[in-house]
């Protein structure tokens, strides 16, 4: 159980193990609905959610396509959108478009109502993935374009960016969603070293705490702090 809203005395949850979207209602302590969101292809997964008015957004880490529930009908819709070719990890709306990143040095912009996709990939120099499996001669990879691990763990709007945070990359990047330029806030005390990676509890960077209108937090693995 990963993603959930409350809507009156309703909570809509998403359980990316069991592939669902349940119901529950709050003042009867009952479920009142449980409803697919894979219904032909049982070897996918969901790893993010998103709600937006009516409609819960589900992305697949296996095939670059969108999975949407209609709250009110109870129906599901699959939006494939093929210009995308990566395994996806984060989705995020700016109350225009669609902000998605997954595997690959990139990030997607998509449209639903003009199906359109923009893709950004002018990343600042020096960023890179940190080698957690101290597998590669450099610590801090700058020069491959796709990973094995998701490049953000999470995305989401606040003020006029879209944030990106990262999972083992060096950097968390903020857009502008105007000009749709990638920017950088570099953190000192988030520089990895070999022996962070030999004393770290998970094999990645932040987890994602809070957001709070125009603050957010988030907890350094590294520092045990919130950022």
């Not at 409803?35 to 993010?48: E, G, R, W």
């Not at 937006?52 to 599901?76: L, W």
């Not at 996806?88 to 109502?113: A, P, R, V």
Request: some cysteine; glycine content about 4%.
């Amino acid at each position: 159980m990963y993603d959930f809203w409350r809507v009156d005395n309703l909570l809509y949850i998403v359980s990316n193990g069991l592939k669902k979207i349940i119901i529950l209602d709050m003042e009867k302590e009952e479920i009142v609905g449980d409803y697919h969101i894979v219904t032909d292809n049982y070897n996918d997964k969901i790893v993010k959610s998103i709600k937006v008015g009516k409609y819960i957004y589900s992305i697949s880490a296996i095939i670059p396509q969108v999975y949407k529930f209609d709250c009110e009908k109870k129906r599901i819709i699959i939006i494939d959108i093929p210009e995308i070719d990566d395994k996806l990890q984060t989705i995020s709306f700016d109350g225009d478009n669609f902000w998605l990143s997954g595997h690959c040095k990139k990030i997607y912009i998509w449209n639903e109502m003009s199906d359109e996709v923009k893709i950004l990939d002018d990343f600042p120099i020096g960023f890179g993935i940190y080698d957690f499996n101290n597998n590669q001669n450099e610590l801090l990879d700058c020069k491959s374009k796709q990973y094995n691990s998701p490049a953000f763990i999470t995305s989401f709007f606040a003020g006029r960016y879209m944030w990106f945070i990262p999972f083992r990359t060096n950097k968390i990047l903020y857009v502008d969603k105007g000009t749709l330029e990638i920017n950088t806030y570099y953190i000192e005390d988030e520089i990895r070293t070999t022996q962070d990676f030999k004393v770290a509890v998970l094999d990645h960077m932040y987890l994602f705490e809070y957001i709070d209108d125009r603050y957010f937090g988030i907890y350094s693995l590294k520092t045990e702090k919130i950022v």
